[in-house]
């Protein structure tokens, strides 16, 4: 068990609906990071938190934005879906902002698009 | 730019076989920080192994191990006497150290990963 819990595990919606993701890291992390996967992209980086503020941002669609809150959770909200936004999507948290922390890596929501 | 490469996209072995995941990467910067992680089929990322570039030394880790080598930009996982429970999905991962205070510094860099079939 990593520690890092994501909520839900399953999701199943349909096309152009607004879905919302929900991730808490392990204790004591101040950085969280958000994935994609999928068959043909593979895992890609969507966009990094620290302390509640946004670090870095990679291939994350306009559609979809995230935030940090306070006591440290995270939200990954996806709107206007398409079916191509089909895909596993983890939630991972390191101790530290910087490229040395191994990342932690939750269980993952799995989106499905009808 | 910033690239991994897992040329094998899968391998099949039966048990007590030693299996070599080779990863190659690339990178401008002097500064950086190579990962492994396995998924098995219940869909999890599990971390195994970090590297930063001014450590060439391998790693042994029981049945694992790991090579690093600077002039080929290879990172490469030996799994020995592979058993059933070594199946899964293997992805190398780049990060990059950056300018101090700089911006994309943690984000992983996967490769497509390798899809190890350890067979009884």
């Known amino acids: 068990d990593s520690g890092v819990t994501q909520t839900p595990k399953h999701l199943i919606t349909a096309t152009g609906q607004r879905v919302t993701l929900r991730c808490s890291p392990r204790?004591?992390?101040?950085?969280v990071y958000w994935y994609q996967q999928s068959l043909d992209q593979g895992l890609q980086f969507l966009i990094h938190?620290?302390?509640?503020?946004?670090?870095a941002k990679g291939n994350i669609l306009e559609r979809f934005s995230a935030q940090q809150f306070p006591d440290l959770h995270s939200e990954l909200n996806l709107s206007s879906l398409e079916l191509g936004d089909s895909a596993l999507y983890f939630c991972?948290?390191?101790?530290?902002?910087?490229?040395?922390?191994?990342?932690?890596f939750g269980n993952g929501t799995r989106l499905t698009v009808t | 730019a910033q690239k991994v490469t897992q040329a094998q996209t899968e391998i099949s072995v039966v048990e007590k076989e030693d299996v070599t995941l080779d990863c190659v990467y690339e990178?401008?910067?002097?500064?950086?920080?190579l990962f492994w992680y396995k998924q098995p089929p219940s869909g999890e990322l599990v971390f195994l192994i970090r590297?930063?570039?001014?450590?060439?030394q391998n790693e042994i880790s029981g049945r694992y191990s790991w090579n690093f080598q600077k002039s080929t930009s290879s990172f490469n996982f030996t799994i020995t006497a592979s058993q059933v429970v070594d199946s899964a999905v293997y992805f190398c991962?780049?990060?990059?150290?950056?300018?101090?205070?700089?911006?994309?510094?943690?984000?992983?860099?996967f490769g497509k990963g390798t899809k190890l079939s350890v067979k009884p």
């Open positions: 991972a948290s390191s101790d530290s902002p910087g490229a040395n922390s191994p990342l932690h």
């Open positions: 204790s004591g992390d101040l950085s």
């Open positions: 938190y620290y302390n509640g503020e946004e670090r």
């Open positions: 990178t401008r910067d002097t500064t950086y920080y």
């Open positions: 590297r930063n570039s001014f450590d060439e």
């Open positions: 991962a780049l990060s990059e150290g950056g300018l101090p205070g700089g911006g994309s510094q943690g984000n992983l860099i």
